[in-house]
């Protein structure tokens, strides 16, 4: 007992240490912000032709109508700030472009902030025409805005990288007081953004293990006929003759929907082994099976995508290397290394000692 208190102090210096001085999961973070930002992009690309009747002045939501809802729920828009149609066509291309350099972390403080507003703004104005995606891609980008989630795979990187190489100084030279601040807002910026990437392994805990609880309180799934109603439910039917193939088997039909129960419910318990590697994978199938038996894309797009979130850096960074073998690129994983290459925002980390 004694031991255990003495560690109990070291423990919580261990945890601050970890929260305050090493930013964490900076590939997972960047492969969010790669995924969501081409997601939305290619959803806006595929709506395109519907824009004006899902978004535009022409829905039959008006913008009026949504205004009046905006008074009672508190959402905004910058799409209903005016009801001209070349201002609408405008604030799609702006879209368009945002998801865009979101996604190549082009100057992605403040691209992220510009799409997070994005999002809110198209989400809001044809809230009636969500399926579960839109909610989790905003909630994403929202939490992205805290993250360094361009310090790696984007064009920012690149750019600190070059200047690395060439040898160009980022920073002039400071007096005392100005490096205090520098000092400051390095931790602030490292302690946003661990916390922005804890609550969103959060979220995904909550959402998989709510959704589970959910599931065993109703009967069908208890027996094992719940995915069978679903796949002859013609508004999740985009491919019938798929669904109809897929619901002549009654025991795999009863073991998918055993197996999703299980899944989502032990998500949050198997993060910390080995076991959590198995289970993203059969996440991943799941997820590729809503997606083409019930046509619901953009929600299993999103999922898979915040499901990186609980892989570890060594994991991107090893795809980092296999790619460049492939490419026939020079392997620089040096300058990948968490202590190698961090951007000024990030403290250094003390070198290993040899003796």
Same mark, same amino acid.
């Given at each position: 007992?004694?031991?255990?208190?003495?560690?109990?102090?070291?423990?919580?210096?261990?945890?601050?240490?970890?929260?305050?001085?090493?930013?964490?999961?900076?590939?997972?973070?960047?492969?969010?912000?790669?995924?969501?930002?081409?997601?939305?992009?290619?959803?806006?690309?595929?709506?395109?032709?519907?824009?004006?009747?899902?978004?535009?002045?022409? /829905?039959?939501?008006?913008?009026?109508?949504?205004?009046?809802?905006?008074?009672?729920?508190?959402?905004?828009?910058?799409?209903?700030?005016?009801?001209?149609?070349?201002?609408?066509?405008?604030?799609?291309?702006?879209?368009?472009?945002?998801?865009?350099?979101?996604?190549?972390?082009?100057?992605?403080?403040?691209?992220?902030?510009?799409?997070?507003?994005?999002?809110?703004?198209?989400?809001?104005?044809?809230?009636?025409?969500?399926?579960?995606?839109?909610?989790?891609?905003?909630?994403?980008?929202?939490?992205?805005?805290?993250?360094?989630?361009?310090?790696?795979?984007?064009?920012?990187?690149?750019?600190?990288?070059?200047?690395?190489?060439?040898?160009?100084?980022?920073?002039?030279?400071?007096?005392?007081?100005?490096?205090?601040? /520098?000092?400051?807002?390095?931790?602030?910026?490292?302690?946003?953004?661990?916390?922005?990437?804890?609550?969103?392994?959060?979220?995904?805990?909550?959402?998989?293990?709510?959704?589970?609880? @959910?599931?065993?309180?109703?009967?069908?799934?208890?027996?094992?006929?719940?995915?069978?109603?679903?796949?002859?439910?013609?508004?999740?039917?985009?491919?019938?003759?798929?669904?109809?193939?897929?619901?002549?088997?009654?025991?795999?039909?009863?073991?998918?929907? @055993?197996?999703?129960?299980?899944?989502?419910?032990?998500?949050?318990?198997?993060?910390?082994?080995?076991?959590? @590697?198995?289970?993203?994978?059969?996440?991943?199938?799941?997820?590729?099976?809503?997606?083409?038996?019930?046509?619901?894309?953009?929600?299993?797009?999103?999922?898979?995508?915040?499901?990186?979130?609980?892989?570890?850096?060594?994991? @991107?960074?090893?795809?980092?290397?296999?790619?460049?073998?492939? /490419?026939?690129? $020079?392997?620089? /994983?040096?300058?990948?290394?968490?202590?190698?290459?961090?951007?000024?925002?990030? $403290?250094?980390?003390?070198?290993?000692?040899?003796?």
């Amino acid at each position: 007992m004694e031991t255990e208190q003495a560690r109990a102090p070291h423990r919580i210096v261990a945890l601050l240490t970890v929260l305050t001085e090493r930013p964490v999961s900076l590939y997972a973070a960047a492969v969010l912000r790669i995924g969501y930002g081409l997601l939305y992009l290619v959803f806006l690309l595929r709506e395109f032709p519907h824009r004006d009747e899902i978004w535009g002045p022409g /829905s039959p939501w008006t913008p009026e109508l949504a205004r009046q809802l905006f008074d009672q729920t508190g959402w905004a828009s910058i799409l209903t700030l005016s009801d001209s149609r070349a201002y609408f066509e405008a604030c799609y291309v702006l879209a368009l472009v945002t998801s865009a350099l979101f996604m190549a972390g082009w100057r992605t403080r403040a691209v992220s902030v510009l799409f997070a507003v994005v999002v809110a703004s198209f989400h809001s104005r044809a809230i009636f025409m969500t399926d579960g995606g839109d909610n989790l891609v905003l909630l994403m980008a929202v939490y992205l805005v805290f993250t360094a989630c361009g310090r790696r795979w984007s064009l920012d990187a690149r750019r600190t990288r070059l200047r690395e190489t060439t040898g160009k100084p980022t920073h002039l030279p400071v007096v005392r007081t100005e490096a205090g601040l /520098s000092d400051s807002r390095r931790t602030l910026t490292t302690v946003l953004h661990n916390c922005g990437m804890f609550v969103i392994a959060a979220q995904v805990c909550f959402l998989y293990g709510s959704a589970g609880l @959910y599931k065993v309180q109703g009967g069908t799934w208890g027996n094992g006929t719940a995915l069978h109603y679903v796949l002859n439910l013609d508004l999740f039917r985009p491919w019938p003759e798929l669904s109809l193939m897929a619901d002549e088997h009654d025991v795999l039909i009863a073991i998918a929907c @055993y197996l999703t129960v299980l899944l989502q419910i032990a998500f949050p318990f198997v993060l910390f082994g080995r076991l959590k @590697y198995p289970v993203l994978t059969m996440l991943l199938g799941m997820h590729l099976g809503i997606a083409v038996l019930m046509g619901l894309p953009l929600f299993s797009g999103a999922m898979i995508i915040a499901d990186a979130v609980f892989l570890p850096d060594r994991f @991107y960074r090893s795809l980092g290397r296999l790619w460049r073998r492939m /490419s026939g690129r $020079p392997d620089d /994983s040096g300058t990948e290394a968490p202590s190698r290459g961090e951007p000024a925002l990030v $403290p250094s980390q003390p070198a290993p000692s040899s003796h």
